[in-house]
């Protein structure tokens, strides 16, 4: 029994305390909520449609060109901008750099919630959802498929994120014991959660090496799975900088403490210089490939002119906007090259599951995503967003443990 449950009389305590929990905190008429709380219903209702109806009622994809905005977008995309995680976690508990420790919680919690849901679209563009334990057991695919590799590293590295966040839910129901034992398998997940983010990261990149007569030149090449580890280091650290820009924003003082408060500028700085080393590398990488393969006569395309703005505009351009924010420690250009940065991962994961994806089917055969597709997407990523909310203005995520908590980690 823990102590609000103890003190609260029982069982009834405990259920006073949940109620009382789920009770909305601030302003109910925000713009936010405004615009997301209307799409979120629509999505629910689209996503019984979905379910009652069949894939082909809400999906423009089709046996030629099969992998949609949900499969781009959700699984692929998201995937990539939640790797703010394991870079953050290897950054306080391997490196030791202990000044971004206070971002673990609020990256581990976002990455989880990613992963939940992102990877949960995964549902939504199966034709036969009740079969998507079958990469999970080999059934169709074998154990030596690249399927069978990436969904045991989604499904564990879920199980990892969820071990480490656990003390924060303990904390929050003043779980003093079960704390203890949660707190005590954190170093293990992280280490166990790192390992794998690195492993399924650039496995996602190894499924386009099957299609390497279906992707255009200038994307395929044999360091596709490279190439998406390094550009998901900068995509995740890009994220941080942005959810850190949004909750002082969002969060008053009662959710993030004084201290990470006052030492944010610094913090961002660092994030900065992190992405623009990553970014140069994967700029250098994408530069050799480029000559290697001898496509110079490719960028003078529309396809190459499209290439030339995700690898120049959208990754050389912010790592200089990140080299200098994080010189002259000017928040507003970090902010600004993060953002681009982003959109750049974005655009360069849509590129390999969309548009460089059979990219010599005529125009007026290619994939468009439905209004459906779209609303259900933007239904997904407000959903995130509001249990994150919920969850920062409850829960020990961006402000320090409870003593009781700090203590007990002391000894």
Same mark, same amino acid.
């Given at each position: 029994m823990n102590d609000r449950t103890s003190?609260?009389?029982?069982?009834?305590?405990?259920?006073?305390?949940?109620?009382?929990?789920?009770?909305?905190?601030?302003?109910?008429?925000?713009?936010?909520?405004?615009?997301?709380?209307?799409i979120i219903l629509l999505g629910i209702v689209?996503?019984?449609l979905r379910f009652s109806k069949g894939l082909g009622f809400v999906s423009e994809g089709s046996q030629d060109l099969p992998w949609g905005l949900w499969i781009g977008f959700n699984v692929v995309t998201g995937v990539a901008l939640a790797g703010g995680a394991y870079v953050i976690t290897f950054m306080v508990y391997i490196v030791r750099a202990e000044k971004y420790h206070p971002l673990v919680r609020a990256t581990v919690l976002y990455g989880f919630l990613a992963y939940v849901f992102y990877a949960g679209a995964l549902l939504l563009d199966i034709g036969r959802p009740w079969k998507i334990i079958n990469p999970i057991i080999g059934n169709s695919f074998g154990y030596s498929s690249v399927l069978f590799l990436v969904a045991w590293h989604f499904l564990l590295y879920m199980l990892a994120q969820l071990v480490e966040i656990s003390p924060a839910v303990a904390e929050w129901l003043g779980l003093k014991k079960v704390r203890t034992i949660l707190a005590s398998l954190g170093l293990g997940a992280v280490v166990f959660g790192i390992t794998l983010s690195t492993l399924h990261q650039s496995g996602l990149g190894a499924l386009f090496m099957?299609?390497?007569?279906?992707?255009?030149?200038?994307?395929?090449?044999?360091?596709?799975?490279?190439l998406f580890f390094v550009s998901s280091i900068f995509a995740g650290v890009s994220v941080v900088i942005f959810i850190g820009m949004i909750s002082f924003r969002v969060f008053g003082e009662e959710q993030i403490d004084a201290e990470y408060r006052a030492s944010w500028n610094g913090v961002a700085a660092g994030l900065g210089k992190a992405c623009a080393v990553t970014m140069f590398v994967y700029f250098f990488m994408k530069l050799l490939i480029l000559v290697h393969g001898k496509q110079w006569s490719l960028l003078n395309t529309p396809m190459g002119f499209?290439? $030339?703005? @995700?690898?120049?505009?959208?990754?050389? /351009?912010?790592?200089?906007?990140?080299?200098?924010?994080?010189?002259?420690?000017?928040?507003?250009?970090i902010y600004w090259a993060a953002t681009l940065t982003m959109l750049g991962i974005i655009i360069n994961r849509i590129n390999y599951s969309v548009i460089a994806y059979k990219w010599y089917i005529p $125009?007026? @055969?290619?994939?468009?995503?439905?209004? /459906?597709?779209?609303?259900?997407?933007?239904?997904?990523v407000f959903t995130v967003i509001w249990i994150f909310r919920w969850t920062v203005n409850r829960m020990p995520i961006l402000r320090k443990p409870p003593e009781w908590a700090i203590e007990g980690d002391a000894h």
């Open positions: 003190s609260s009389g029982g069982n009834s305590g405990f259920v006073q305390f949940v109620l009382r929990e789920m009770k909305p905190k601030g302003k109910l008429i925000t713009p936010f909520n405004v615009i997301s709380f209307p689209l996503l019984v099957m299609a390497k007569w279906k992707i255009h030149p200038l994307w395929y090449t044999e360091f596709i799975p490279v499209w290439y $030339l703005t @995700e690898v120049v505009g959208l990754v050389l /351009i912010p790592c200089i906007m990140f080299i200098e924010g994080a010189r002259h420690k000017n928040l507003p250009i $125009l007026s @055969e290619r994939y468009i995503p439905s209004w /459906i597709e779209v609303v259900t997407t933007m239904a997904i």
